[in-house]
């Protein structure tokens, strides 16, 4: 099972938005409705930040949305802080009844 | 109070084997799939196993196919992760998780801080 393809970097500056993308196949992303997004910070457990594609657990930030099209999934995150810097995951549940990350997205706040 | 507590982690030689535990209180653990992900250092994550709720499920990462093997006894609300044929690439934090279900359910995620595990000699 291949990974997700992330971008390896985005930034953006404070009160700025930023959409981190996420692309699959039709075997992963494009075939189910379990996406999940999360956050971590260095020396931190990831943190669960979306799932189910736009599903947000109550603790999160309205700031933080998800959205799927087709293939490709993407977290949107508005308003950025300085606190929302980390690195992203995506993550999709797969026909081979497995589960495949992205490679991962370093977000910088400028 | 939910929580999840990773044990187990240690050094251990190429070719030994290590067993992973992760300890589950405050919720109905047998109701729930869980999960296995790993990070090895300076990398991302890697799904490695998961597993239903009663256990008769369960599915591996092609890297870890044959040499690992996890169950559950819930019974004991803990999780478990059978790790034989250790190589240096299974270096790596070790974390379990919950199926997003308990999510719908609880309305919110619990991780735990994971378990360091080094094959190395």
């Known amino acids: 099972q291949s990974a997700l393809t992330q971008p390896a970097s985005v930034s953006g500056s404070p009160g700025q938005s930023i959409t981190i993308s996420c692309t699959g196949t039709g075997s992963d992303i494009g075939g189910y409705n379990y996406v999940s997004w999360y956050q971590q910070h260095p020396g931190r457990a990831p943190k669960l930040m979306i799932y189910?594609?736009?599903h947000r657990p109550s603790r999160v930030s309205s700031r933080f949305s998800g959205s799927k099209s087709g293939n490709m999934a993407s977290l949107t995150i508005s308003g950025l802080q300085a606190e929302d810097e980390g690195d992203y995951y995506c993550?999709?549940?797969?026909?081979?009844?497995?589960?495949?990350f992205g490679g991962g997205t370093k977000l910088t706040v400028l | 109070e939910v929580q999840l507590l990773e044990s187990g982690g240690d050094l251990v030689q190429p070719g030994g084997s290590l067993r992973l535990s992760c300890a589950a209180s405050?919720?109905?653990?047998?109701?729930?799939?869980m999960t296995w992900v790993r990070q090895a250092p300076g990398k991302g994550l890697e799904w490695v196993s998961a597993i239903s709720g009663s256990g008769d499920r369960i599915f591996y990462a092609d890297s870890v196919k044959g040499r690992f093997t996890m169950s559950r006894d819930n019974s004991k609300n803990t999780l478990y992760l059978q790790m034989n044929s250790l190589r240096a690439e299974d270096t790596a934090a070790y974390y379990c998780a919950i199926d997003s279900a308990f999510v719908d359910d609880y309305g919110t995620d619990v991780r735990g801080q994971g378990t360091t595990v080094t094959v190395s000699s």
């Open positions: 993550s999709s549940y797969t026909a081979s009844a497995t589960w495949v």
């Open positions: 405050g919720f109905t653990f047998g109701l729930y799939a």
């Open positions: 189910k594609v736009s």
